[in-house]
């Protein structure tokens, strides 16, 4: 059955660049390509295509692929890939059938047979064709021709016939049923044979003239076959720019097709210029006549064969401009159908077209992607544009919602040289499109005109992470540029900065904005390398990401620290802000982020934002975290369309989408095949997402259709794994060296269409990928052969990969024949020999050794006295007549030519002839010491410096003895020997050197260039005064270097040494073990950073207090002294535990604590008396108790949910029971009893029912009658006071309420062994009704699915008393609540049915778009697996307007409920309301009547929600 594809639409990778075959297409229309290492597949006709699958299983790139065009066996492919292996796949069911791996070398073609439905043939570089009988699994190898195969090509009209071409223009013909006889050699071209093409039927002779055809030479090795009058015609295309038509029948060429050359680009072509050409030919099938190829710049043309005269050809889209191609085309195939024949093409310009080959017109085109998509940004004005910023140095804008042409893609490249890295469209400005690049370029893109880029005058040094518009800061904020402009354009880098572009002015230096934040924050120290920034929407606030881990939150316009987000440890990759149209207030103050861990936090900052402290604050709690991921977190989004939904995308291949509100994950998309870099949700498609990623493809997929719940577990590591199969390590046991060719073959091997892709979202993601320039990969020769490697290469070096062509020669020698039959008799007589060689090689060792001579430095004149006796006799006879005739003759000049050596013992003019030959000759052999001799014995010092100068031959000799001819001459001969010694990169010796001329900011700068810190600071600390500026800058770039390489201890010294006592803090901490940051809060306070001190201690402490290291966790504060708040907190939270052990809610595992003892006083007393002997904290101290109150109470927990972790809710109860303590100390009491309310409250938040009973009966030991007491103390209550005295005596009466129900059943008992077990969460209970409404049980699903009422004994009623102690009932039975709970029931069912209907509608008409009829249910499944079912509580009407007005009613009724009654939570009233009539239907009379009459009152009136309209049946029958 075929595979279901995940996606909607798809962009595909590239088609592979010059493969002679690397695309097809079946009878049926499926169209299929190589892309990078798999097949995509698309699905086409005349008007549309559909990418319907991809086939998936070669590690390196496909270089070939060809259908089975045997009737019956269109569904049947096969394809080769530079991994060596040739795979058989069934289309339809997208899986492999069959594959072998019997090629030695590269393939560089393939075909299928025609004729033999099971026949498959490649090719390789040593000129290996293999024939592959897939059903029987047999192979035979042939080697026709030891030549580079570009191209084969089976005969359609003889099933043993095989046409090759060759790299050298050869072309052979052979046959396979022969042992690979040649049949015809056919030579006539020069150059390489890029394509070879069959005319499918049998012709007659072509009618042609004589200067028309062309007699090649042909070398035959066989008679050609009679068709019955009829001939076979082959089609060539060639580099040489011409395409022959050959007759394989006679063996000769019969037609020579010269390519035109075509007017483009405004411009014609420069024949004497060789352009860089791909020549494919297609004989179409429906047209024997007549052959389309490629030409230079990409056109298509369409030749006539019987067409006289010189222009044979037709050019293809000519009727339109822009129809073709704009670069080389590679690969043609074709399709005939009933009305017409379709030709499809590829081309470097990474479209795919569709043309008519009736009419020449093109009737469609796929763009596709050439690297890593590294960023996705729709516009917020034209909603359905979307810019995809791609590797391969382009951009495109995707018009998504276009009906008729589904991929209407524009392309944007001029003026990019790098990696497209960030995108982000102008708010206001439609046509506005600024883009950030690899090299560090910001620029901004006008998309409607064709114009190049506006390029900012300021560079990155590195990555551009993010780009975002956002308000003006100073100083564009001051005066006219005020006015002048709204928004700006921020841009973060991989160094760490960010800058404000002036974006009608980019030609002006950008302003960093790290300026700004010092100045309004008075900040000293150095800040954190930023890595992220985004604006809240409303512009008012900027959220800040730094490579620690921290987020800054800053108050615009002048960039106010607000506060400091310290959750993340690792570098910020994504943040993002939560729209501000939502429908629940705090939404909108909601700030997603994302790191290098797998976790992702969400905080809630409405109060920070509200109201703003006076002071920067630290935050150490989420509002939630979403864990589920298992790598780095390079993405989010939040959904447009709901509150509090999220997709985040990570390096463990998967989308995640998440119910922020709700705290649970949605689905999952695995749609991808590699790494997730960008993702974006659907402006206009609440069911849409966007995702691209490293396998080159951006996709579209719906949240509906996804069948995952989470991420796969354990799914790491995607990019080791990539890295291992991409290629194979050999096992070697030398490393030697590579010549040039080896290695660009080698680097040439992994080019993926120009693009060599390692990953990306920070700086090791996208600096350190080997993303080529497109220009750059074009200009290599994509065609070296194995002839380039040198055949005594024995192993590449590990750096370059393996490559199965190298030859191993020395290997090779010990396998030849007759090595394996050595007897014993031999090794005993080898292994005698050797003892007798060590014997001998000792003996030498003994002797002494006797010192060669050295080297005359006259070698010319001392040869001369080796002569001949009559030649020496004759040497004297001439000096004698020169000394005393003064006879000289021209062929006898003593101290050069053949009288060279006479010069010795002439006049000083002789010898200094001698000197300058015997210098020539020194210098032509490379002896330049004694050249200088010679230079300096005639007294010529200057002369030997120049030479040495020149020739980089100066010596520690040449320089010391320089300073004889001046100081000035001395110091330029150090300068020139420094450049020497630099050179030779001897820079310390060269250092030393700048020192003896006074320069010691050019020596410390030169051993900084090579990163020679060490020896740098100790030069500087050695020469220059302490408080120079340079040694605090060579302490930082050392501290940079080694924080980047993780040598944290080191870098922290580094920034000690240089008063950067911050960021040596910072560094320590981004270890985040214990041990580090106990060390980076210790050396905090000693260095006077007491709020970083602080933070860090607290960091560690929570460490240490979820591992339950109570005493590791007060050791840590007690060291600061000012968190005794936190102490408290710590100290409570012990007995807390100690108390809930009792319960057996909980189970102290850890033996770390204090031995603390609990006696029977009640918990509040207990925990007063320990703060008082532990900490003397006391409530006499006034001043004291109010800094704590203020101390604590500054620090904020995010709101519970039912999956918050328990050890994690116990600490925030913690706090809050600490704050009710100092609040009772402080006889505060009306502060006291809200703060109850929200312990209370957080336990029912969180679901657990059995933890909010035991801390009501901690906090409020005699229940009501506690809060009756506490209330007796206030002096004069508010309103606000009496509310929350009110809520929290409901919550007490509520849980009196379920233990009366459950008593004297066991239920009790049992569920808290289920708790302690774990087999079920406290959360977990509800009320459940039967089919009929006329039962209702209490069901708590345990870890087997199964209820805990199959595991009890059935509910009975307890009935003694049971009347008389239902008094307190009456509190929860409160109509206003009733009103309020059910009126935020109401809006919630009414938002959920508006949601669904939109969806609904939407799908409806993409369905009605698609010709189908839709016949969903909207109620049920168009909301998708993992929505609600949606609400049926709305009556008739239920149309958009009525729906809305009834929304807008209830809003109403909201807003005349009083403020003190919604800020208070309280019971579920309708809930408490079925509890008591049931119990009074279990028990007659158990139940008050005008009790149980009140609470039908109650049901009657407000029990018009579908969660409560099926339970109120039974009652009201």
Same mark, same amino acid.
């Given at each position: 059955?075929?595979?279901?594809?995940?996606?909607?639409?798809?962009?595909?990778?590239?088609?592979?660049?010059?493969?002679?075959?690397?695309?097809?297409?079946?009878?049926?229309?499926?169209?299929?390509?190589?892309?990078?290492?798999?097949?995509?597949?698309?699905?086409?006709?005349?008007?549309?295509?559909?990418?319907?699958?991809?086939?998936?299983?070669?590690?390196?790139?496909?270089?070939?692929?060809?259908?089975?065009?045997?009737?019956?066996?269109?569904?049947?492919?096969?394809?080769?890939?530079?991994?060596?292996?040739?795979?058989?796949?069934?289309?339809?069911?997208?899986?492999?059938?069959?594959?072998?791996?019997?090629?030695?070398?590269?393939?560089?073609?393939?075909?299928?047979?025609?004729?033999?439905?099971?026949?498959?043939?490649?090719?390789?570089?040593?000129?290996?064709?293999?024939?592959?009988?897939?059903?029987?699994?047999?192979?035979?190898?042939?080697?026709?021709?030891?030549?580079?195969?570009?191209?084969?090509?089976?005969?359609?009209?003889?099933?043993?016939?095989?046409?090759?071409?060759?790299?050298?223009?050869?072309?052979?013909?052979?046959?396979?049923?022969?042992?690979?006889?040649?049949?015809?050699?056919?030579?006539?071209?020069?150059?390489?044979?890029?394509?070879?093409?069959?005319?499918?039927?049998?012709?007659?002779?072509?009618?042609?003239?004589?200067?028309?055809?062309?007699?090649?030479?042909?070398?035959?090795?066989?008679?050609?076959?009679?068709?019955?009058?009829?001939?076979?015609?082959?089609?060539?295309?060639?580099?040489?720019?011409?395409?022959?038509?050959?007759?394989?029948?006679?063996?000769?060429?019969?037609?020579?097709?010269?390519?035109?050359?075509?007017?483009?680009?405004?411009?014609?072509?420069?024949?004497?210029?060789?352009?860089?050409?791909?020549?494919?030919?297609?004989?179409?099938?429906?047209?024997?006549?007549?052959?389309?190829?490629?030409?230079?710049?990409?056109?298509?043309?369409?030749?006539?064969?019987?067409?006289?005269?010189?222009?044979?050809?037709?050019?293809?889209?000519?009727?339109?401009?822009?129809?073709?191609?704009?670069?080389?085309?590679?690969?043609?195939?074709?399709?005939?159908?009933?009305?017409?024949?379709?030709?499809?093409?590829?081309?470097?310009?990474?479209?795919?077209?569709?043309?008519?080959?009736?009419?020449?017109?093109?009737?469609?085109?796929?763009?596709?992607?050439?690297?890593?998509?590294?960023?996705?940004?729709?516009?917020?004005?034209?909603?359905?544009?979307?810019?995809?910023?791609?590797?391969?140095?382009?951009?495109?804008?995707?018009?998504?919602?276009?009906?008729?042409?589904?991929?209407?893609?524009?392309?944007?490249?001029?003026?990019?040289?790098?990696?497209?890295?960030?995108?982000?469209?102008?708010?206001?400005?439609?046509?506005?499109?600024?883009?950030?690049?690899?090299?560090?370029?910001?620029?901004?893109?006008?998309?409607?005109?064709?114009?190049?880029?506006?390029?900012?005058?300021?560079?990155?040094?590195?990555?551009?992470?993010?780009?975002?518009?956002?308000?003006?800061?100073?100083?564009?904020?001051?005066?006219?540029?005020? @006015?002048?402009? *709204?928004?700006? &354009?921020? !841009?973060?880098?991989?160094?760490?900065? /960010?800058?404000? #572009? =002036?974006?009608?002015? $980019?030609?002006?230096?950008?302003?960093?904005?790290?300026?700004?934040?010092?100045?309004?924050?008075?900040?000293?120290?150095?800040?954190?390398?930023?890595?992220?920034?985004?604006?809240?929407?409303?512009?008012?606030?900027?959220?800040?990401?730094?490579?620690?881990?921290?987020?800054?939150?800053?108050?615009?316009?002048?960039?106010?620290?607000?506060?400091?987000?310290?959750?993340?440890?690792?570098?910020?990759?994504?943040?993002?802000?939560?729209?501000?149209?939502?429908?629940? @207030?705090?939404? *909108?103050?909601? &700030?997603? !982020?994302?790191?290098?861990?797998?976790? /992702?936090?969400? #905080? =809630?900052?409405?109060? $920070?934002?509200?109201?703003?402290?006076?002071?920067?604050?630290?935050?150490?709690?989420?509002?939630?975290?979403?864990?589920?991921?298992?790598?780095?977190?390079?993405?989010?989004?939040?959904?447009?369309?709901?509150?509090?939904?999220?997709?985040?995308?990570?390096?463990?291949?998967?989308?995640?989408?998440?119910?922020?509100?709700?705290?649970?994950?949605?689905?999952?998309?695995?749609?991808?095949?590699?790494?997730?870099?960008?993702?974006?949700?659907?402006?206009?498609?609440?069911?849409?997402?966007?995702?691209?990623?490293?396998?080159?493809?951006?996709?579209?997929?719906?949240?509906?259709?996804?069948?995952?719940?989470?991420?796969?577990?354990?799914?790491?590591?995607?990019?080791?794994?990539?890295?291992?199969?991409?290629?194979?390590?050999?096992?070697?046991?030398?490393?030697?060296?590579?010549?040039?060719?080896?290695?660009?073959?080698?680097?040439?091997?992994?080019?993926?269409?120009?693009?060599?892709?390692?990953?990306?979202?920070?700086?090791?993601?996208?600096?350190?990928?080997?993303?080529?320039?497109?220009?750059?990969?074009?200009?290599?020769?994509?065609?070296?052969?194995?002839?380039?490697?040198?055949?005594?290469?024995?192993?590449?070096?590990?750096?370059?990969?393996?490559?199965?062509?190298?030859?191993?020669?020395?290997?090779?020698?010990?396998?030849?024949?007759?090595?394996?039959?050595?007897?014993?008799?031999?090794?005993?007589?080898?292994?005698?020999?050797?003892?007798?060689?060590?014997?001998?090689?000792?003996?030498?060792?003994?002797?002494?050794?006797?010192?060669?001579?050295?080297?005359?430095?006259?070698?010319?004149?001392?040869?001369?006295?080796?002569?001949?006796?009559?030649?020496?006799?004759?040497?004297?006879?001439?000096?004698?007549?020169?000394?005393?005739?003064?006879?000289?003759?021209?062929?006898?000049?003593?101290?050069?030519?053949?009288?060279?050596?006479?010069?010795?013992?002439?006049?000083?003019?002789?010898?200094?002839?001698?000197?300058?030959?015997?210098?020539?000759?020194?210098?032509?052999?490379?002896?330049?010491?004694?050249?200088?001799?010679?230079?300096?014995?005639?007294?010529?010092?200057?002369?030997?410096?120049?030479?040495?100068?020149?020739?980089?031959?100066?010596?520690?000799?040449?320089?010391?003895?320089?300073?004889?001819?001046?100081?000035?001459?001395?110091?330029?001969?150090?300068?020139?020997?420094?450049?020497?010694?630099?050179?030779?990169?001897?820079?310390?010796?060269?250092?030393?050197?700048?020192?003896?001329?006074?320069?010691?900011?050019?020596?410390?700068?030169?051993?900084?260039?090579?990163?020679?810190?060490?020896?740098?600071?100790?030069?500087?600390?050695?020469?220059?005064?302490?408080?120079?500026?340079?040694?605090?800058?060579?302490?930082?770039?050392?501290?940079?270097?080694?924080?980047?390489?993780?040598?944290?201890?080191?870098?922290?010294?580094?920034?000690?040494?240089?008063?950067?006592?911050?960021?040596?803090?910072?560094?320590?901490?981004?270890?985040?073990?214990?041990?580090?940051?106990?060390?980076?809060?210790?050396?905090?306070?000693?260095?006077?950073?007491?709020?970083?001190?602080?933070?860090?201690?607290?960091?560690?402490?929570?460490?240490?207090?979820?591992?339950?290291?109570?005493?590791?966790?007060?050791?840590?504060?007690?060291?600061?002294?000012?968190?005794?708040?936190?102490?408290?907190?710590?100290?409570?939270?012990?007995?807390?535990?100690?108390?809930?052990?009792?319960?057996?809610?909980?189970?102290?595992?850890?033996?770390?604590?204090?031995?603390?003892?609990?006696?029977?006083?009640?918990?509040?007393?207990?925990?007063?008396?320990?703060?008082?002997?532990?900490?003397?904290?006391?409530?006499?101290?006034?001043?004291?108790?109010?800094?704590?109150?203020?101390?604590?109470?500054?620090?904020?927990?995010?709101?519970?949910?039912?999956?918050?972790?328990?050890?994690?809710?116990?600490?925030?109860?913690?706090?809050?029971?600490?704050?009710?303590?100092?609040?009772?100390?402080?006889?505060?009491?009306?502060?006291?009893?809200?703060?109850?309310?929200?312990?209370?409250?957080?336990?029912?938040?969180?679901?657990?029912?059995?933890?909010?009973?035991?801390?009501?009966?901690?906090?409020?030991?005699?229940?009501?009658?506690?809060?009756?007491?506490?209330?007796?103390?206030?002096?004069?209550?508010?309103?606000?006071?009496?509310?929350?005295?009110?809520?929290?005596?409901?919550?007490?009466?509520?849980?009196?309420?379920?233990?009366?129900?459950?008593?004297?059943?066991?239920?009790?008992?049992?569920?808290?062994?289920?708790?302690?077990?774990?087999?079920?969460?406290?959360?977990?209970?509800?009320?459940?009704?039967?089919?009929?409404?006329?039962?209702?049980?209490?069901?708590?699903?345990?870890?087997?699915?199964?209820?805990?009422?199959?595991?009890?004994?059935?509910?009975?009623?307890?009935?003694?008393?049971?009347?008389?102690?239902?008094?307190?009932?009456?509190?929860?039975?409160?109509?206003?609540?009733?009103?309020?709970?059910?009126?935020?029931?109401?809006?919630?069912?009414?938002?959920?049915?508006?949601?669904?209907?939109?969806?609904?509608?939407?799908?409806?008409?993409?369905?009605?778009?698609?010709?189908?009829?839709?016949?969903?249910?909207?109620?049920?499944?168009?909301?998708?697996?993992?929505?609600?079912?949606?609400?049926?509580?709305?009556?008739?009407?239920?149309?958009?307007?009525?729906?809305?007005?009834?929304?807008?009613?209830?809003?109403?009724?909201?807003?005349?409920?009083?403020?003190?009654?919604?800020?208070?939570?309280?019971?579920?009233?309708?809930?408490?309301?079925?509890?008591?009539?049931?119990?009074?239907?279990?028990?007659?009379?158990?139940?008050?009547?005008?009790?149980?009459?009140?609470?039908?009152?109650?049901?009657?009136?407000?029990?018009?929600?579908?969660?409560?309209?099926?339970?109120?049946?039974?009652?009201?029958?």
């Amino acid at each position: 059955m075929k595979l279901t594809k995940m996606h909607e639409r798809l962009l595909p990778p590239s088609p592979n660049w010059y493969c002679s075959r690397c695309c097809d297409v079946n009878p049926k229309g499926l169209l299929g390509f190589g892309g990078k290492n798999s097949v995509y597949l698309l699905s086409v006709t005349a008007t549309s295509l559909v990418v319907s699958g991809e086939l998936k299983g070669h590690t390196e790139r496909v270089s070939g692929f060809a259908f089975c065009h045997y009737p019956g066996q269109d569904d049947i492919c096969a394809s080769c890939s530079d991994d060596g292996t040739v795979k058989i796949w069934d289309s339809y069911k997208q899986i492999k059938l069959k594959e072998h791996k019997n090629h030695q070398s590269t393939i560089t073609a393939l075909h299928w047979s025609p004729l033999v439905k099971d026949l498959v043939v490649s090719g390789d570089e040593k000129g290996i064709v293999i024939c592959y009988w897939y059903n029987r699994n047999d192979t035979q190898c042939f080697f026709p021709e030891p030549r580079n195969i570009f191209c084969l090509s089976c005969s359609p009209h003889n099933e043993n016939h095989i046409a090759v071409g060759y790299k050298d223009g050869m072309i052979v013909i052979i046959d396979i049923s022969k042992k690979s006889e040649v049949i015809h050699r056919l030579r006539g071209h020069d150059d390489e044979i890029h394509s070879l093409a069959w005319c499918h039927q049998p012709l007659e002779e072509f009618y042609v003239r004589h200067d028309e055809v062309l007699e090649s030479e042909v070398a035959s090795g066989g008679n050609g076959v009679d068709l019955a009058g009829k001939e076979c015609y082959l089609a060539s295309g060639s580099k040489d720019q011409t395409v022959r038509v050959w007759s394989t029948t006679r063996g000769k060429g019969v037609m020579t097709l010269k390519l035109p050359f075509l007017k483009r680009r405004g411009a014609s072509v420069d024949p004497s210029v060789k352009e860089r050409l791909w020549l494919t030919v297609h004989w179409c099938k429906g047209r024997s006549t007549q052959i389309v190829s490629s030409c230079f710049g990409g056109e298509l043309i369409l030749w006539d064969l019987t067409k006289s005269g010189k222009q044979k050809w037709t050019l293809f889209g000519s009727s339109v401009d822009g129809q073709n191609h704009t670069r080389i085309a590679f690969n043609l195939c074709s399709i005939l159908t009933e009305d017409r024949e379709l030709i499809f093409s590829t081309s470097m310009d990474r479209d795919v077209k569709c043309w008519d080959l009736s009419t020449l017109d093109c009737c469609w085109t796929v763009p596709s992607l050439g690297g890593f998509v590294y960023c996705l940004n729709f516009s917020p004005l034209d909603t359905g544009s979307l810019a995809v910023g791609v590797g391969d140095n382009m951009i495109r804008t995707w018009n998504t919602l276009t009906i008729q042409n589904r991929y209407d893609t524009k392309i944007f490249w001029q003026g990019i040289k790098s990696k497209v890295t960030a995108l982000a469209w102008h708010p206001l400005k439609e046509n506005w499109l600024a883009f950030g690049t690899d090299d560090g370029k910001v620029g901004i893109f006008d998309t409607y005109s064709n114009r190049p880029p506006q390029i900012s005058a300021s560079y990155h040094r590195k990555t551009v992470y993010t780009l975002a518009w956002g308000p003006p800061v100073p100083p564009l904020s001051f005066g006219g540029e005020r @006015e002048k402009q *709204s928004l700006t &354009l921020y !841009s973060c880098a991989g160094e760490g900065t /960010i800058f404000q #572009h =002036n974006a009608w002015k $980019l030609t002006e230096e950008a302003t960093d904005i790290d300026k700004v934040i010092r100045e309004t924050n008075g900040i000293k120290h150095k800040l954190q390398a930023h890595s992220d920034l985004n604006w809240k929407p409303d512009g008012k606030i900027l959220a800040v990401g730094n490579e620690d881990g921290s987020i800054e939150i800053f108050q615009a316009l002048d960039l106010k620290l607000l506060c400091s987000i310290q959750q993340h440890h690792k570098i910020i990759n994504a943040l993002c802000w939560h729209h501000d149209h939502a429908s629940q @207030e705090d939404a *909108s103050y909601l &700030l997603a !982020s994302g790191s290098n861990n797998a976790i /992702i936090y969400v #905080h =809630n900052l409405k109060n $920070l934002i509200v109201t703003p402290p006076d002071t920067p604050i630290t935050m150490m709690e989420p509002y939630r975290t979403l864990i589920g991921h298992t790598a780095k977190i390079t993405g989010l989004s939040w959904s447009p369309h709901h509150d509090g939904r999220l997709v985040s995308v990570c390096y463990d291949g998967t989308a995640q989408v998440w119910d922020v509100m709700k705290d649970e994950p949605l689905c999952n998309y695995r749609g991808h095949k590699g790494r997730l870099l960008c993702v974006q949700w659907s402006p206009v498609d609440p069911d849409v997402i966007w995702t691209g990623g490293d396998d080159f493809t951006v996709q579209e997929w719906r949240v509906s259709k996804q069948e995952h719940l989470k991420p796969p577990k354990g799914k790491k590591g995607i990019e080791l794994e990539k890295k291992r199969t991409s290629q194979a390590k050999p096992k070697a046991r030398k490393k030697k060296k590579t010549s040039v060719k080896e290695c660009d073959k080698q680097e040439g091997s992994d080019v993926v269409n120009g693009d060599v892709e390692s990953c990306s979202t920070r700086t090791e993601d996208i600096a350190s990928g080997a993303d080529e320039d497109e220009e750059e990969a074009e200009k290599k020769d994509p065609h070296l052969t194995v002839d380039s490697f040198p055949t005594q290469t024995k192993v590449l070096p590990k750096d370059i990969g393996y490559h199965r062509d190298v030859q191993v020669t020395a290997a090779s020698e010990k396998n030849k024949p007759g090595v394996k039959s050595w007897s014993a008799k031999c090794d005993s007589v080898k292994e005698e020999k050797k003892r007798e060689k060590q014997g001998c090689l000792l003996s030498e060792m003994q002797m002494p050794v006797k010192k060669k001579k050295a080297r005359s430095i006259l070698p010319l004149s001392t040869c001369m006295d080796h002569k001949s006796k009559e030649e020496q006799l004759q040497d004297c006879l001439t000096l004698a007549t020169v000394q005393h005739s003064g006879e000289l003759s021209s062929q006898c000049i003593p101290g050069s030519g053949a009288h060279i050596h006479l010069g010795l013992f002439e006049k000083r003019d002789a010898l200094y002839k001698m000197f300058d030959e015997e210098g020539r000759s020194h210098i032509e052999g490379g002896h330049f010491d004694s050249l200088f001799y010679l230079l300096l014995w005639k007294g010529d010092l200057a002369g030997a410096l120049q030479i040495a100068t020149e020739k980089g031959e100066l010596t520690d000799h040449l320089v010391a003895i320089s300073s004889m001819a001046g100081y000035q001459v001395w110091a330029r001969t150090v300068e020139a020997f420094v450049k020497q010694l630099c050179f030779q990169e001897q820079f310390v010796k060269a250092a030393s050197y700048l020192l003896s001329v006074h320069k010691v900011y050019e020596a410390i700068d030169l051993l900084k260039s090579q990163q020679l810190y060490r020896e740098a600071i100790a030069l500087a600390k050695s020469r220059l005064p302490s408080e120079d500026p340079a040694l605090k800058d060579l302490y930082i770039s050392w501290a940079l270097v080694l924080e980047r390489d993780g040598h944290y201890a080191a870098a922290a010294k580094c920034y000690l040494a240089s008063d950067s006592t911050y960021e040596a803090v910072k560094v320590i901490a981004k270890k985040s073990d214990a041990m580090s940051l106990r060390t980076a809060a210790e050396i905090a306070r000693v260095v006077g950073e007491s709020d970083l001190s602080h933070t860090l201690s607290l960091r560690i402490a929570k460490e240490m207090l979820l591992d339950e290291d109570w005493l590791g966790a007060q050791d840590v504060l007690r060291a600061q002294g000012n968190l005794l708040g936190h102490q408290l907190i710590f100290a409570t939270n012990e007995l807390f535990y100690i108390f809930l052990e009792t319960t057996k809610l909980v189970k102290r595992s850890s033996t770390s604590a204090y031995s603390w003892t609990v006696g029977h006083d009640p918990f509040i007393e207990t925990v007063i008396k320990l703060w008082e002997t532990e900490f003397n904290v006391s409530s006499k101290d006034c001043d004291k108790m109010h800094l704590l109150y203020q101390q604590l109470k500054s620090v904020e927990n995010p709101p519970a949910s039912v999956n918050v972790p328990f050890k994690q809710l116990l600490f925030h109860l913690s706090h809050d029971i600490t704050v009710i303590i100092v609040s009772f100390l402080r006889s505060s009491w009306s502060e006291m009893i809200s703060d109850i309310l929200g312990v209370v409250n957080r336990c029912s938040e969180a679901g657990n029912y059995c933890l909010m009973r035991e801390v009501c009966k901690l906090l409020l030991p005699k229940g009501i009658d506690s809060i009756l007491s506490i209330k007796d103390m206030l002096d004069s209550p508010d309103v606000d006071t009496l509310a929350a005295s009110h809520s929290l005596e409901a919550f007490v009466a509520y849980i009196q309420l379920y233990e009366m129900w459950w008593k004297g059943s066991g239920t009790e008992l049992q569920f808290e062994m289920d708790v302690q077990r774990g087999s079920i969460d406290a959360g977990e209970i509800e009320l459940v009704y039967d089919e009929s409404g006329d039962h209702i049980i209490e069901n708590s699903t345990n870890g087997n699915g199964t209820t805990s009422d199959e595991c009890s004994p059935k509910k009975e009623l307890c009935h003694s008393k049971q009347e008389s102690s239902l008094s307190f009932c009456r509190n929860l039975l409160s109509e206003t609540h009733a009103a309020l709970q059910t009126t935020q029931h109401l809006i919630k069912e009414i938002q959920e049915k508006l949601s669904s209907m939109v969806h609904f509608h939407m799908r409806a008409a993409e369905s009605k778009k698609n010709g189908e009829l839709c016949r969903e249910n909207p109620e049920t499944d168009l909301t998708g697996p993992t929505e609600a079912p949606v609400a049926q509580s709305i009556e008739e009407p239920e149309s958009l307007p009525s729906l809305i007005a009834l929304l807008s009613e209830y809003n109403k009724t909201l807003t005349h409920i009083p403020d003190h009654i919604k800020r208070n939570s309280f019971p579920d009233v309708l809930e408490c309301c079925l509890i008591l009539l049931y119990m009074e239907r279990s028990v007659p009379s158990s139940v008050p009547e005008d009790l149980a009459e009140q609470a039908r009152s109650l049901i009657r009136k407000y029990g018009t929600t579908v969660t409560y309209k099926k339970a109120c049946r039974s009652f009201f029958n």
